[in-house]
């Protein structure tokens, strides 16, 4: 895959090439749907740590602010057939969630996976409609919610766009660092891979005005979350495998 910057207009770092004996390489849509999927938890949790350490104001709900951020980085950060790519894994994660069957918690902090798919969807086809139509509507978009997606496109480029804008660095920095590393499964370690080249390319293009720990760890659960406290990412080395079990 390839990616870029629009905005900013850099090339990033591209991920390296994955180790032949990976369990998930045996597939390779496996493989990338996990790549995917661990990229968008990673800008995900990314939102957390810019709301938190920037001071960002949100109206509204912060999980719907920090998804607002994973599906404009991937649009912003990848070309178009990367970007589209990863736009199908990641609403593909959502759907995979909502095909688990549990009952939906309406007082959870989340929305339902599948409102979630949708607004993913949503805003990255207002991100380019002219290009996207097809994508939309491969995904099931109805025509009802994707008039408003350019709109819903142009907020998120109004609050996360400026964010950004605001935080890049032509020389970079160093704002991004690790923090525990404890990788000894397979899953594990695709996880660092991932997040790692993730660090380097954001490092290269952005400072933040406080440190922000990335830390991979086995968590006991599939999990990923941002820790105010310790400003810290930890990304939990089960995801990975939680991801390839709930692939639809
Ligand atoms: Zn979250």
Request: with cysteine.
């Amino acid at each position: 895959m390839t990616r870029l910057i629009l905005s900013i207009a850099l090339m990033l770092s591209l991920i390296g090439p994955v180790r032949a004996d990976f369990r998930f390489s045996a597939s390779d849509d496996v493989h990338r749907y996990v790549e995917s999927n661990l990229l968008g938890i990673f800008y995900h949790e990314l939102g957390h740590a810019l709301i938190d350490i920037l001071g960002l104001p949100i109206f509204g709900q912060e999980e719907d602010a920090a998804d607002v951020l994973s599906v404009f980085l991937l649009d912003a950060f990848w070309e178009e057939e990367a970007a589209v790519g990863l736009a199908y894994d990641t609403a593909f994660g959502f759907l995979g969630e909502a095909q688990q069957g549990y009952e939906i918690a309406y007082w959870d902090v989340h929305g339902p996976d599948l409102q979630r798919y949708y607004n993913l969807i949503c805003v990255f086809y207002g991100a380019n409609p002219q290009e996207r139509d097809d994508v939309a509507e491969d995904l099931g978009l109805p025509q009802e919610r994707a008039e408003y997606c350019p709109d819903e496109y142009d907020q998120a480029n109004a609050s996360w766009g400026a964010v950004l804008d605001e935080i890049h660095s032509p020389a970079g920095g160093r704002s991004l660092g690790f923090g525990q590393v404890e990788t000894e499964t397979e899953g594990g370690a695709f996880t660092m891979e991932v997040v790692a080249a993730e660090v380097d390319a954001i490092n290269e293009e952005f400072r933040l005005p406080e440190k922000l720990t990335v830390s991979v760890v086995p968590c006991g659960q599939a999990n990923a979350f941002y820790d105010p406290a310790r400003r810290e990412i930890v990304m939990c080395t089960e995801f990975a495998d939680y991801l390839v079990e709930i692939m639809p």
